[in-house]
DNA sequence: GTATTGCATCGACAGCTGTCGATACAGCTG
DNA sequence: CAGCTGTATCGACAGCTGTCGATGCAATAC
């Protein structure tokens, strides 16, 4: 990984950012970018741990609290938080004994808004599932 | 898969939706289901494919369009295509000669609003990424 | 009918992923 | 110091994934 890292977390350029992906197609830097976020999203296990950090109180959990509730072993769970880090979705810290993990927003947010459907434009669009329009089309 | 894709579209129970996952943690299930739609997205190639869909004019386009645009060959793209249509993410219809797919918006905003987070309550945990409160810990 | 075009499926294969047990490391405790 | 506990890393391995060329099927054109 390296500084892959940070290259992910420093993203405050507005490119991909805001533009949900119906105004405009993505550009393949892009697409790979958010490809390894929703990678990080694409696996059960990840999903529950990340809602488990994101709704324990805080904001944020150990990695104590994070194991019991799985039928993985230890290793598992430090390589799916490991996952989640590198893919930006997480921050960590050890603090004394306990490593802590939460939940970093703005990757969130980011992706969300990414998905965000411009309501008006694409509900029409499923509305009419079989647009009437097909003769534009030929 | 057979009739799963018929789980994923019909869920208009309020179990997932609406309900993103940092106020409580996702059961298993719900979990199971949700990877699945954001492992279809966790391809470079898939996600230009959507975003390609979605922003093309009516909502729709036929995979005619969608082919030229990448570096892969037409098996691999029609590949990429039933993944995301396994996924509920994408419909499709064939309409002549020609094959048309379309963005399914409810699926889109399902993923969507799961990630997003409560602006006021994750923002503040991340505020104090390296809370004060650290001496509860020792 | 045959030929052609658009798309899907098949079979194969390299590379990645999730999982485990074993082990190493970090920090606390006594 | 030694011992213990919480996490991370390592090495291995089965299974999945993305890709391809070859082929099949559907609809139009001739």
């Known amino acids: 990984m390296s500084n892959l890292e940070l290259s992910i977390l420093g993203q405050d350029d507005a490119v991909v950012c805001c533009s949900p992906m119906v105004r405009e197609p993505l550009d393949e830097a892009a697409a790979v970018d958010l490809a390894r976020m929703f990678k990080a999203l694409s696996d059960p296990v ?7 950090i994101a709704s324990h109180e805080g904001g944020e959990a150990c990695v104590c609290d994070l194991t019991s509730p ?7 769970i430090s390589h799916h938080l490991k996952v989640l880090r590198e893919a930006g979705l997480v921050g960590s810290e050890r ?5 802590y993990y939460w939940v970093l927003p703005a990757a969130l947010a980011r992706l969300s808004a990414l998905l965000e459907a411009p309501v008006g434009a694409a509900l029409d669009a499923q509305a009419v599932a079989v647009p009437a329009r097909a003769g534009g089309l030929t």
Chains 1, 2 share one sequence.
């Open 95 to 99: 603090r004394g004994t306990w490593v």
């Open 70 to 76: 799985f039928d993985v072993s230890q290793p598992t």
């Open 46 to 52: 990840r999903l529950r741990l990340l809602s488990l």
